[in-house]
């Protein structure tokens, strides 16, 4: 069975005039015909209005929803919980704090066997580069950092690339010095979906949004934008 990753870069949740595009080729990824979605708010500490976000945005399509809150489980065994749904999806927040959480709570384990088990994995920023090697992150007081993370994904991921000017500046300078392993940075409305350990496919909800690869070229770096589809 294949294992898929589809990680998006930002601004999964668009201004209602606007078509949820990713949010629609997502639903799409799992071959079910009313995909299972369950919400992983980590990252934001199970923030209620995030849940309910999720609620109201996923709500307009054919799909069950439901959520886990690592800070008031819903069963006491997490992984039947997991397992039986069909996609999970990470949402944003603090990458350090989600790392953290789920380390205790053997959580990364667990994803890994749903991804293996056919479940796709999805989410937005640190729902994107939490499943890759490492990542650059400002989760950490003092500006943007390395961090480790839960390596279902080889190499790094930085996300917000073109509407956060100091993200390219910095995954540029940390991929040039070796503290960041080669890796993509998405913008906002890009969608990297990995099946099994490779990149499928770069899809997009804006005409402009890009991918880019960038790798370690001797003491500085190479950029190369990545061709994307846009789903419109």
């Excluded at 996923?58 to 069963?75: A, K, M, N, V």
């Excluded at 994803?111 to 293996?116: D, I, K, Q, S, Y």
């Excluded at 080889?154 to 040039?176: F, Q, V, W």
Aim: with cysteine; proline share 4%; hydrophobic share 30%.
């Amino acid at each position: 069975m294949d294992k898929q990753i589809f990680g998006i870069g930002g601004d999964f949740f668009p201004a209602q005039w606007r078509r949820p595009l990713l949010r629609e080729h997502l639903l799409t990824l799992s071959n079910k015909s009313r995909p299972k979605v369950c919400y992983v708010g980590t990252a934001t500490g199970d923030q209620p209005a995030n849940i309910a976000t999720f609620y109201q945005e996923f709500g307009r399509h054919d799909c069950e929803t439901s959520h886990l809150s690592l800070y008031s489980p819903p069963q006491k065994d997490i992984r039947s919980y997991v397992m039986k749904h069909d996609i999970i999806y990470v949402g944003g927040g603090s990458t350090k704090n989600l790392i953290a959480l789920w380390n205790e709570w053997g959580f990364s384990e667990i994803m890994r066997e749903a991804w293996e088990a056919g479940i796709v994995l999805s989410g937005t920023s640190a729902g994107s580069i939490c499943w890759f090697d490492d990542c650059i992150t400002d989760s950490i007081p003092g500006g943007l950092t390395s961090l480790k993370c839960t390596g279902l994904l080889k190499g790094s991921n930085s996300t917000h690339y073109g509407s956060h000017p100091d993200r390219p500046s910095t995954y540029r300078a940390l991929i040039s010095n070796g503290e960041v392993s080669d890796g993509i940075a998405t913008d906002d409305h890009c969608a990297l979906h990995y099946i099994n350990d490779d990149l499928h496919e770069i899809v997009t909800q804006d005409p402009d949004a890009r991918a880019y690869r960038v790798e370690r070229d001797g003491n500085s770096y190479k950029e190369t934008a990545l061709e994307a589809r846009y789903l419109g």
